[in-house]
């Protein structure tokens, strides 16, 4: 019986990457997409100064994949590798996912791991209990702290940048959401690299800029490394980003290589384009960029808690980095 094989070997193809008219067995789609990430590396010049890089890793498919194949580079890339995790007090969500990246950390030997508990920055809280105390969605109080904390540590192990799992769907059905319902200024956040603040803020880099999300969750099955395969449960039925990726992947099927064609698109739309972050000061509290003296962090939680944890959450970071130094 005729079987497709592979373009490197002859070996049965598992996968048929058709953007690439490319067939391939599962040990050449793994060195496949490693090289397509070096090749994003060095395209969008994610780590160009210093090689030291945060990486956040939630447990879930495309962190824990970035992981990997990071890992695999970093040698030949001269990369330097911080793990950084954050436990979102999710209920047993979040037990699975801080499980999966302490796996995944262990079967690399990857060190230092940097696992921080919300619980022990909020006063016993998780994120759902301070977003009720809030006022505001789980989501979008998540999205605020871990974007905090993750630049507190950022800063703390001097890190030239926050690498992120976000993958080419990710990114365009933000993209999109942003051109319909957003202002310029968010639709300019999400591209391969965006530049940090001098002191204040560290740079982001997403190198899974071009791997699509089936990408990378046929690379996380096809490597065995462990992730939690659940959405979060406090993920919104139905999103906009939801309705924004059934779409791509339709105009994917009838057109491929259109994915990977507007993710590009989008970098040279927005290269050069102002930028709007407008005047940045340092936190008066805990150091950390603000818009006016307070971030929102120390804002936040003084409003809950009647004093801003910022001061508190370095403490417990920095305290945290220097324990995995010895
Ligand atoms: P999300 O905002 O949940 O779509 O996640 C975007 C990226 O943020 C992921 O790809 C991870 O790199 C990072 N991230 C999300 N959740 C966590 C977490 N709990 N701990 C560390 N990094 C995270
Ligand atoms: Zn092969
Ligand atoms: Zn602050």
């Known amino acids: 019986m005729y079987s497709v094989r592979c373009k490197y070997c002859g070996k049965r193809a598992v996968v048929s990457l058709r953007y690439a008219m490319l067939n ?117 109080v998540c999205g605020a702290v871990k974007r905090y904390l993750m630049n507190v540590a950022a800063m703390a192990v001097r890190a030239d940048a926050i690498a992120t799992g976000h993958n080419t769907d990710d990114i365009l059905a933000y993209f999109l959401k942003n051109l319909v319902f957003g202002g310029e200024e968010y639709s300019l956040k999400l591209t391969p690299r965006t530049e940090g603040l001098d002191g204040l803020a560290i740079a982001r880099a997403r190198p899974l800029y071009e791997v699509y999300e089936r990408e990378t969750l046929l690379y996380a099955i096809l490597s065995k490394i462990p992730f939690v395969h659940e959405e979060c449960p406090f993920r919104p039925e139905r999103s906009i980003e939801e309705v924004n990726k059934d779409y791509l992947n339709r105009l994917e099927e009838r057109a491929p290589g259109s994915k990977l064609r507007l993710a590009r698109r989008f970098v040279s739309m927005v290269t050069g384009s102002e930028s709007t972050i407008g005047e940045v000061l340092a936190c008066r509290y805990c150091g950390m960029p603000s818009r006016s003296g307070v971030c929102t962090f120390c804002r936040l939680t003084s409003r809950v808690y009647g004093e801003p944890l910022g001061p508190k959450a370095v403490d417990i970071i920095k305290a945290k980095i220097l324990e995995s130094k010895t």
Do not use: M
């Not at 995790?85 to 950390?105: D, F, I, T």
């Not at 990857?110 to 209990?129: K, N, Q, S």
């Open 24 to 140: 391939l067995c599962g040990e050449h789609y793994l060195n496949y997409i490693i090289s397509k990430v070096e090749k994003t590396i060095k395209r969008y010049r994610l780590v160009e100064r210093s090689k030291r890089l945060l990486v956040a890793v939630s447990g879930g498919k495309d962190s824990s994949v970035l992981t990997h194949v990071l890992w695999s580079l970093k040698s030949k890339l001269d990369l330097e590798i911080v793990l950084f995790h954050l436990h979102l007090g999710l209920g047993e969500y979040s037990n699975k996912q801080e499980r999966a990246v302490r796996e995944l950390a262990s079967l690399l030997a990857a060190r230092p791991l940097i696992v921080v508990y919300a619980r022990e920055i909020l006063p016993g809280d998780g994120i759902p209990e301070l977003a009720l105390k809030v006022g505001r969605s789980t989501c979008s």
